[in-house]
């Protein structure tokens, strides 16, 4: 399993660009959601999903967007980047409660992706 | 709305020491579960513990314990036998049980293990 992955690692933007950061998870994992991390914070939540074809918003989901076409992919897109949305943004999943014998306690992060906005 | 609060920015300890980490929260839920995390330098969220609201015993895993007091509203880490490698960011975190997993987070301790 390669658990949680993310893509890219890194990424420089000029204010006003678009992009998307890919996530990825091969647990089946009903639950994905993202995180954005600010230096001397600690995460929050921008947007989640509990299934394929369903998202909802999280503390701070302004300025991205989502959609959950499969159950392995996640993807965050900016549509106008801002210096404000630099940020390390983590992509993590979980089971859910009607997936019976595992603990769905537990969120699986991936390694994060470190985003600059120039 | 949920909310958690870590009140100690930094938090120097010699090696093989024992280390509290404070953590209290504020939710109106009755259900609910607490979670610490570990982010080492190098940026990845490493799951530590979680303790449900209705559990009757203190979590433990392995050198890691939560110390939780419901009706103080804590759920303060417990390190035995601190090492070098438990230098890191720790994060409490909260989630309702049932629903989605939408974690809050506190701002973390940087904890600082001296040889």
């Known amino acids: 399993n390669a658990g949680v992955t993310q893509t890219p690692k890194f990424q420089v933007l000029k204010t006003g660009q678009s992009m998307t950061l890919q996530c990825a998870q091969d647990?089946?994992?009903?639950?994905m959601s993202w995180y954005r991390q600010d230096p001397g914070m600690g995460l929050r939540l921008i947007h989640y999903s509990v299934g394929a074809g369903i998202t909802d918003q999280g503390e701070v989901p302004n300025g991205y967007n989502v959609s959950r076409s499969t159950t392995e992919d996640f993807p965050l897109r900016l549509l106008s980047a801002a210096p404000s949305q630099t940020s390390v943004y983590f992509c993590?999943?979980?089971?859910?409660?009607?997936?019976?014998?595992?603990?769905?306690?537990?969120?699986?992060f991936g390694p994060g992706t470190r985003l600059t906005v120039l | 709305a949920q909310k958690i609060t870590q009140t100690q920015p930094g938090m120097f300890v010699q090696e093989k020491e024992a280390v509290t980490l404070d953590c209290t929260y504020d939710t109106s839920d009755q259900s609910y579960g607490l979670f610490w995390y570990k982010q080492p330098s190098s940026g990845e969220m490493i799951f530590l513990i979680y303790?449900?609201?209705?559990?009757?015993q203190n979590a433990t895993e392995g050198r890691y314990s939560l110390n939780f007091q419901k009706a103080r509203k804590s759920a303060n880490l417990v390190i035995s036998a601190s090492q070098l490698g438990d230098s890191a960011m720790y994060f409490c975190?909260?989630?309702?049980?049932?629903?989605?997993?939408?974690?809050?987070f506190g701002q973390g301790t940087r904890l600082t293990i001296n040889p």
């Open positions: 993590a999943s979980s089971y859910g409660a009607l997936t019976s014998g595992v603990s769905y306690n537990e969120q699986f």
């Open positions: 647990m089946n994992h009903e639950y």
């Open positions: 975190a909260m989630k309702r049980v049932r629903g989605a997993q939408k974690l809050v």
């Open positions: 303790q449900g609201s209705y559990d009757e």
